[in-house]
């Protein structure tokens, strides 16, 4: 079991912005490939971000979150972020951080070993 633990979601302005945060003691996020990957009300999951373990911490976006989302990686805390800013109402949904970076395999979670993922609410 992974033990992937997802938290800074919340309720928030359009416009406004909110740092995810994705941690566990059970593995080295270094040396894996991480992706956050997002559960939208009455779709299916949405892939939305994944940071290499190649060393030079490659990354890659979905369209519809580049220039907005940043994926990032702390080694020392063994945490993996998403910065969200400026947040529109269809960002709203259930945010997951999740091992690899496949799109069509991520979409097919959630996966037992996944967390439980955090609410990411964007209303007034």
């Known amino acids: 079991e992974m033990h992937l633990v997802e938290s800074g979601g919340g309720l928030v302005q359009p416009g406004g912005s909110l740092r995810l945060s994705c941690a566990t003691s059970?593995?080295?996020?270094?040396?894996?490939?991480m992706s956050w990957v997002r559960q939208v009300p009455g779709k299916g999951l949405e892939w939305l971000s994944t940071l290499t373990d190649d060393g030079e911490d490659s990354t890659t976006y979905a369209d519809s979150v580049k220039g907005r989302f940043t994926i990032s990686r702390d080694n020392t805390r063994n945490t993996l972020y998403l910065q969200m800013n400026s947040l529109r109402p269809d960002d709203t949904g259930v945010y997951y951080c999740?091992?690899?970076?496949?799109?069509?395999?991520?979409?097919?979670?959630?996966?037992?070993?996944w967390g439980q993922g955090t609410q990411v609410t964007v209303s007034t």
């Open positions: 999740a091992p690899g970076g496949n799109p069509a395999i991520l979409t097919n979670g959630p996966y037992d070993y």
């Open positions: 059970r593995f080295t996020f270094s040396s894996f490939i």
